[in-house]
């Protein structure tokens, strides 16, 4: 048996942890409920300057892609591998519609920008 079960699901590892990143690094969401609380546990602690890492899309980035292929392999496990496709599915194409939107209203913006 490979390491993947499809082609498509290299993909769907890269979008999910392309988003989860974002989400950790970037998003309101992240920082209410990531960013913030971890702040509020370990600030004035030796452990405060790791949160540094938080806003880091490498170190993020690294840890959330290890979290996205560790419950890719659980699924192959517990033949879960439609239900992680679709969370999977879900959490990639949100990110490249999120980007593709921002770019493409981009100009729309800098023209109300220039109107008000």
């Known amino acids: 048996m490979s390491a993947l079960d499809r082609p498509t ?3 769907l590892i890269l979008g999910a942890s392309a988003r989860l990143t974002r989400f ?3 998003d309101d969401l992240g920082q209410w409920w990531i960013r913030e609380p ?10 405060e300057k790791y949160l540094i890492g938080l806003h880091c899309p490498h170190c993020a980035g690294f840890h959330a892609s290890l979290l996205v292929i560790a419950s ?3 699924a192959r496990v517990f033949r879960l ?3 992680w496709r679709v969370v999977a599915g879900a959490l990639a ?6 980007h ?6 981009w100009e729309d913006d800098k023209m109300e ?3 008000s």
């Open 9 to 11: 699901d290299v993909a």
């Open 24 to 26: 950790i690094t970037v």
């Open 38 to 47: 971890l702040h509020r546990r370990f600030v004035d602690t030796s452990a």
């Open 72 to 74: 890719y392999a659980l």
């Open 81 to 83: 591998l439609p239900v």
């Open 93 to 98: 194409v949100n990110y490249v519609t999120a």
């Open 100 to 105: 593709a939107s921002s770019h493409l209203d």
């Open 113 to 115: 920008e220039g109107s």
